[in-house]
């Protein structure tokens, strides 16, 4: 069946791009570059052999959104990525950030409620839960009022999609709420790109390692956990992946038991900022540079998912080790590095 993936250069994306294709799909790519370099084209292309549709376009265009759909009426689905993600970002630029994933999000919905069957995956996010009161996190755990305006957009977009399947029944539809993807593809094809500084912890961990940043920060050891420091639930990127071709699946053959449903999506294990630490440190050999430096604003001390519904219901669990998806984001940081 052909899927369109939006953000499909992107970190989450691309790796869904190829975990599609390897399903039998045929993939139709629209991204508008601004956070992914068109070179991921053959990234993916070298992982499975086959080049998806690429078509270079900002969803902020109404205009060009509406002539992309005219163009593929047999598209049997939609995963939309596409999104600015930058928290800290989204708190100087409020508008870029509601205009874009939202306007974008708005365009695709108008589109695909005009057909007579139409499927949809939303990317959405944990951070939808704030700190969560209690943990794991179930998908019945209340919506927090966001941190910020990133957050902000995945939990308003998770409401527009409710409300608009509510009174389009042809439109089925289900957002995951991914933990915190990290690692890259084990062919190290692939993986994840940040532009600039990074603001996550992997990325920032085995760049500090490859001789990018001097020391990676440790943001607070003073939390009420075991050693002090935050509690996340990582999930490999590919594991992450997988879960977007099941739920396509689920909506393509007809086993959704509702036309809007929600799933976690995590590994259900809670690690540490030391743990990951240690594991990169027991995978690669190597001693990080690292210092304990004051908390971040806005950090929750501990996330991580209850995936019960996921495998209950989606049929669906992560399976991957910690140890596995660092080794995974080492490789493809020697990979990118030339090391
Ligand atoms: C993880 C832990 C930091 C960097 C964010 C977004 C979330 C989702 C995933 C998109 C925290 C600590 C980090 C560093 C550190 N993104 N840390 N030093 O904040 O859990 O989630 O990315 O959907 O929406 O909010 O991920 O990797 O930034 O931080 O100590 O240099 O690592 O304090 O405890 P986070 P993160």
């Known amino acids: 069946m052909e899927i369109l993936v939006t953000g499909g250069l992107g970190f989450i994306g691309s790796h869904t791009s190829v975990e599609l294709q390897l399903a039998g799909h045929k993939v139709v790519i629209i991204d508008d570059c601004s956070n992914a370099s068109e070179s991921v084209l053959d990234g993916i292309t070298a992982v499975t052999g086959i080049q998806p549709e690429f078509v270079k376009m900002d969803l902020r265009d109404k205009g060009a959104v509406r002539a992309f759909f005219e163009k593929h009426p ?91 399947c509510r009174v389009n029944p042809a439109l089925q539809a289900i957002s995951l709420r991914y933990f915190n993807p990290i690692g890259a593809h084990p062919s190290a094809t692939i993986g994840e790109l940040p532009l600039g500084v990074p603001q996550n912890l992997v990325p920032f961990i085995t760049q500090t390692a490859a001789g990018l940043r001097k020391e990676l920060s440790v943001f607070g050891d003073d ?58 440190e027991r995978v690669t050999g190597k001693a990080l540079n690292y210092k304990v430096v004051a908390r971040r604003p806005g950090d929750v001390v501990a996330a991580y998912a209850d995936t019960s519904k996921a495998r209950e219901v989606l049929g669906w669990q992560a399976q991957s080790t910690l140890d596995e998806a660092m080794r995974s984001a080492w490789a493809w940081e020697q990979k990118i590095r030339g090391l």
């Open 74 to 164: 047999d598209l049997g689905g939609v995963i939309h990525f596409a999104a600015f993600k930058a928290v800290g970002e989204s708190v100087e630029k409020p508008l870029d950030y509601y205009e874009n994933n939202l306007g974008s999000l708005v365009y695709l919905l108008q589109e695909l409620t005009a057909r007579q069957k139409a499927r949809f995956i939303f990317s959405s996010s944990c951070t939808v839960y704030g700190q969560a009161d209690t943990l794991p996190i179930t998908e019945d755990a209340p919506v927090k009022p966001a941190e910020s305006p990133y957050g902000n957009t995945k939990q308003v977009g998770e409401e527009i999609i409710r409300d608009t």
């Open 223 to 280: 939390y009420p956990t075991a050693d002090g420091t935050c509690i996340r639930d990582y999930i490999h990127v590919v594991d992450l992946a997988r879960a977007h071709v099941v739920a396509m699946e689920r909506l393509l053959a007809g086993k959704n038991s509702a036309n809007y449903e929600v799933f976690n999506v995590g590994t259900g294990t809670g690690s540490s900022v030391m743990e990951v630490i240690q594991s990169f």
